[in-house]
């Protein structure tokens, strides 16, 4: 029997091109959420039958964007639903090949999500075979939720805001039994920042180049996920502790705005020590 799946898809002042990203998948989705996030009164999408425009008026970040789509399929009575970015590309082919694994591997998989392997061009690429790995977290765009798990789980959490909330949704997932899957011959083209690759003996280093405020989050919720998860993935927090203090390394070696990031990072964790979550006022 077919899987029934709908999609929710953020946006923040896209473009049109970001916009037309839907048109690669849309045929293969029963229906689509559009969470609109953007701060001003444009209305970017008009008299679309599979579509639900959803304007917010306001950035209320990407995890309560999420839980809004989430909340609206369930209310529909699905119980799949497919998250995307504005920015990520993906065919109907490859939505397809996910639908399929899962209606093939549900009845023997405790499957908490499946997801395509994100083409970052970055320079890395951390596929161990062709055929699927069992992951601790992945990028939430592209991935198919089972949305009885996103309930048991307590979806998405808002007060992440934005940095994080992938990375901690699937380690919620793992933390109660359920298996994050990434199949690595389903390929999605995501843009990751402003990636630049940069060499110094003989070495690359790619750089995202995140605005300041970007970096707040990540040290802030970093952090967070290394309290609330460190006694089951002591070596995966361990990792993500390194990357952040790699990204000081890197920021004032080769990124513009060193002392604002370097700033705004130093304030994360302050926060952190204060105990302060949710949307940075400034």
């Not at 402003?194 to 919720?221: Q, T």
Request: net charge positive; hydrophobic share 35%.
């Amino acid at each position: 029997m077919k899987i029934e799946c709908v999609a929710v898809v953020v946006f923040y002042h896209p473009t049109e091109s970001n916009i037309s990203n839907i048109d690669d998948y849309k045929d293969c989705i029963d229906k689509i959420y559009v969470v609109d996030n953007s701060d001003d009164d444009i209305i970017r999408i008009k008299n679309d039958k599979k579509i639900e425009y959803i304007k917010l008026y306001e950035n209320l970040g990407i995890a309560k964007a999420l839980n809004i789509g989430a909340k609206k399929a369930i209310n529909d009575g699905y119980d799949y639903l497919l998250t995307m970015d504005q920015d990520s590309k993906i065919s109907s082919s490859n939505i397809i090949a996910m639908l399929n694994f899962i209606e093939q591997n549900k009845n023997n998989l405790k499957i908490g999500l499946v997801s395509p392997y994100h083409n970052i061009k970055s320079g890395e690429d951390d596929r161990i075979n062709n055929t699927y790995e069992e992951k601790i977290e992945v990028m939430t765009s592209g991935n198919i939720i089972d949305l009885k798990a996103y309930q048991e789980i307590g979806g998405f959490k808002d007060w992440l805001f934005i940095d994080c909330v992938d990375m901690d949704y699937g380690m919620n997932l793992n933390k109660h039994g359920y298996k994050v899957i990434r199949l690595n011959d389903v390929i999605l083209e995501h843009e990751l920042g402003k990636v630049k690759i940069h060499k110094l003996f003989n070495k690359e280093y790619p750089c995202y180049n995140h605005s300041p405020i970007r970096r707040y989050y990540m040290v802030r919720n970093t952090l967070y996920l290394k309290d609330m998860y460190y006694d089951l993935f002591k070596d995966h927090c361990d990792y993500l502790i390194r990357v952040q203090i790699g990204q000081v390394k890197r920021i004032l070696v080769f990124e513009k705005d060193k002392y604002k990031k370097l700033k705004m990072m130093y304030k994360g964790y302050k926060d952190y020590q204060k105990g302060i979550k949710g949307k940075l006022i400034i």
